[in-house]
Structure formats: structure tokens, C-alpha cells
């Protein structure tokens, strides 16, 4: 399973703007500090602010600030909101009409479950210390 550019970036802005947590942070200065371009980091914000794990702030103080803490966000928040459900196949989550055919189907939802888990248990906060 391949994670796309959408968890990798999302995942690296949310632990720049968890490193000062309550500030607000101007999209730009996080852009130049992660390498990311403005116009798909904004994308990215947006889409993590609709998920309620980040707030916007207009004006010439504007930018990006963590909705909650750090430490009651949990990687898989980022990556669900990001890419959608955690499924190592395409198959796994949707009814199949060959679902009585296929032997595999269950280790990818049993390997999915376990990376779900696995993210579960990685809070932002573990990140930046």
C-alpha cells in the first residue's frame, strides 16, 4: 500500500504547525519550511479544516492553527481525512460481487485494520519531541 503526496504533505504541515501549537501560522512560511506549494497546501488545509483538525484566520495576522491539541490527534485522523478509509485494496470496505470467490479478501482487511491501528496509536504530539 502506497500513501499518496496528500498524507505525506498533510501529515508534515500538521507537524510544523503542532510544533507551535497555539500560534497561528502564515500558509506561506509553512509552504517554504516543508517544501510544499502554496496552491496544493492550501488545498490540503482546507480539506484538513472541513475535518475540524485545523482552523483558518484571515487577515494580515492570518494563516492555519491546530483546532485541537496535538495530543488528541491521532495520524489516522490526517490520513482518513486526507486520502478517505485506510484499505489496502480496492475491494476491501465495499460489498464484492465475487466476495464468496475470493480467499484473499480478508488479509487485506485484516492488513488494513492493522495499519489503521498502527496509525491510531501515533499521536501528532509523539511527532515533534
Same mark, same amino acid.
Given at each position: 500500500? +502506497?500513501?499518496?503526496? /496528500?498524507?505525506?504533505?498533510?501529515?508534515?504541515?500538521?507537524?510544523?504547525?503542532?510544533?507551535?501549537?497555539?500560534?497561528? /501560522?502564515?500558509? %506561506?512560511?509553512?509552504?517554504?519550511?516543508?517544501?510544499?506549494?502554496? +496552491?496544493?497546501?492550501?488545498?490540503?488545509?482546507?480539506?484538513?479544516?472541513?475535518?475540524?483538525?485545523?482552523?483558518?484566520? %484571515?487577515?494580515?495576522?492570518?494563516?492555519?492553527?491546530? /483546532?485541537?491539541?496535538?495530543?488528541?490527534?491521532?495520524? !489516522?485522523?490526517?490520513?482518513?481525512?486526507?486520502?478517505?478509509?485506510? !484499505?489496502?485494496?480496492? &475491494?476491501?470496505? +465495499?460489498? &464484492?460481487?465475487?466476495?464468496?470467490? &475470493?480467499?484473499? /479478501?480478508?488479509?487485506?482487511?485484516?492488513?488494513?485494520?492493522?495499519?489503521? +491501528?498502527?496509525?491510531?496509536?501515533?499521536?501528532?504530539?509523539?511527532?515533534?519531541?
Amino acid at each position: 500500500m +502506497k500513501f499518496s503526496t /496528500k498524507a505525506e504533505y498533510g501529515l508534515k504541515a500538521m507537524v510544523n504547525l503542532a510544533k507551535n501549537e497555539t500560534k497561528v /501560522k502564515n500558509i %506561506k512560511l509553512i509552504a517554504k519550511e516543508e517544501s510544499i506549494s502554496i +496552491k496544493y497546501l492550501e488545498r490540503l488545509l482546507n480539506v484538513l479544516r472541513k475535518y475540524d483538525l485545523v482552523d483558518s484566520f %484571515k487577515g494580515t495576522n492570518g494563516g492555519y492553527a491546530l /483546532k485541537i491539541p496535538a495530543k488528541k490527534i491521532n495520524v !489516522a485522523d490526517i490520513v482518513i481525512a486526507l486520502e478517505g478509509p485506510i !484499505a489496502p485494496m480496492k &475491494c476491501v470496505g +465495499k460489498v &464484492c460481487r465475487m466476495e464468496h470467490l &475470493c480467499s484473499s /479478501k480478508i488479509v487485506w482487511k485484516i492488513l488494513g485494520t492493522q495499519i489503521e +491501528k498502527t496509525l491510531r496509536g501515533i499521536k501528532l504530539s509523539d511527532l515533534i519531541k
